[in-house]
């Protein structure tokens, strides 16, 4: 059911159905011209659950735009379907050529070789080809669909005047929209409750972890007393859950340094499989595929933090990269 959270803003509640999110968030503003923010997967489930509660709320849908705080399928997947004529699917101009690439085959095929560098072995990437839905589940691509917007670009919905926010990080391109009038801030998977967003690794960036922690530093300095994030239903102080998140990933980079210091010669998957993990799992056995595949791209992100202050070097062995503490000869 959707929950009415003032007069001009509504949260729909999008359910992701065998997904350990849970749920989205999608949010409304509505008024003369109405704003969704992010959409849920392109699968039933969702699509489902967003046309009964846009029903419910009654917003013109002829009218309504749609802003993809991110390229992830759970924020753009319903986005071209929701989209009727006349109206615009925002998305961040760094994400947005993401997107393009994300509906092809040659970008999951050089992903995938990446990820055998790293660990896995050719059966479990292929297991997972056909599983992940952030292939399945993603919107398809078609030239002119998307506006692209740059950071500090600015939105008008509602009387509200939207900054967007640009903090890469969960993804190289990732908006935030921020509301300075009414201290609102849309945070996407910037800044999650209960659980933290997962920071991989992405072709292309040198250290998402630390451009996610510049980040967390960006957001912190904004006059926020409403914090509307992407999943789970908590929410709360934007500074304390930043100190919170901070202190979250300098333990885990501990605990990958550690493990590369005590066991040299490791790839980023038998790493990962000594890192601790929130998961009610006894051991990296017992992990579903689809969340060593997570882990293992949270654990790159790290190593590529230590890699960038020295702390670490890899090096390419019979076909696997493995870690090893120190800078090596590469610096």
């Not at 451009?211 to 967390?216: G, V």
């Not at 501990?254 to 051991?283: F, Q």
């Not at 990296?284 to 590529?304: C, I, M, N, R, S």
């Amino acid at each position: 059911m959707a929950e009415r959270l003032a007069n001009d803003l509504w949260r729909l509640d999008i359910p992701l159905v065998g997904n350990p999110l849970k749920n989205l968030n999608s949010y409304l503003l509505v008024g003369e011209r109405s704003l969704l923010i992010d959409t849920g997967f392109r699968q039933q489930p969702c699509r489902e659950a967003m046309e009964r509660q846009l029903a419910e709320t009654q917003v013109d849908r002829d009218r309504l735009d749609i802003f993809c705080t991110h390229l992830h399928s759970d924020h753009t997947g319903l986005a071209p379907e929701l989209v009727r004529p006349g109206c615009r699917i925002f998305i961040g101009q760094i994400d947005g050529p993401g997107l393009r690439r994300a509906a092809g085959r040659d970008t999951w095929a050089e992903l995938n070789r990446a990820y055998i560098l790293d660990g896995f072995t050719q059966e479990q990437m292929d297991l997972l080809w056909g599983t992940n839905p952030a292939k399945t589940a993603a919107p398809p691509w078609r030239e002119g669909l998307y506006t692209e917007l740059p950071d500090g670009a600015e939105l008008r919905y509602g009387g509200h005047t939207l900054r967007c926010v640009l903090t890469p990080g969960h993804t190289p391109g990732h908006l935030c929209l921020y509301d300075p009038e009414a201290r609102r801030l849309f945070c996407g998977d910037h800044v999650l409750f209960h659980i933290t967003p997962n920071i991989c690794r992405w072709q292309g960036v040198r250290d998402s972890l630390g451009d996610y922690l510049a980040s967390l530093d960006r957001t912190a300095e904004l006059d926020v007393a409403e914090l509307y994030p992407a999943h789970r239903a908590e929410t709360g102080d934007l500074r304390q859950r930043t100190a919170e998140l901070k202190a979250h990933h300098a333990r885990r980079l501990e605990d990958a340094l550690r493990t590369v210091t005590e066991t040299p010669g490791l790839t980023a998957y038998e790493i990962a499989g000594r890192m601790a993990w929130s998961i009610r799992c006894r051991n990296w056995a017992e992990f579903p595929l689809t969340q060593k595949y997570f882990a293992v791209g949270e654990a790159l992100a790290h190593l590529d933090h230590l890699e960038v202050q020295g702390a670490v070097h890899w090096e390419e062995i019979q076909g696997k990269r493995v870690y090893f503490a120190g800078a090596g000869d590469k610096i």
